[in-house]
């Protein structure tokens, strides 16, 4: 996300796109916007592709499974 390969489909129920493929796992997709970890960039009209970004929330997630990984 942080290179600007990942879109976002603006819905409440968001589907992802990387490099403007499907992501396969959408229900993955599904579950971490609900629980807040990735968003749409800005807004948009329903459907629309937005970018994605991975959220302050999302960060920290990375951040801990990383350090229980060292």
């Known amino acids: 996300m942080a290179g600007g390969h990942a879109e976002i489909s603006c ?9 403007g493929l ?3 796992d959408q229900s993955t997709v599904h579950r971490l916007a609900r629980l ?5 960039a800005r807004p948009g009209k ?8 991975l959220t302050e929330a999302g960060s ?3 951040g801990e499974v990383f ?4």
Request: hydrophobic content about 45%; some cysteine; overall charge negative.
């Open 11 to 19: 819905s409440c129920e968001p589907d992802l796109f990387i490099d």
């Open 22 to 24: 499907s992501c396969c």
């Open 36 to 40: 807040g970890l990735i968003a749409p």
């Open 46 to 53: 329903c459907g629309e592709r937005v970018p994605a970004l």
């Open 60 to 62: 920290r997630a990375l």
């Open 67 to 70: 350090a229980a990984a060292a």
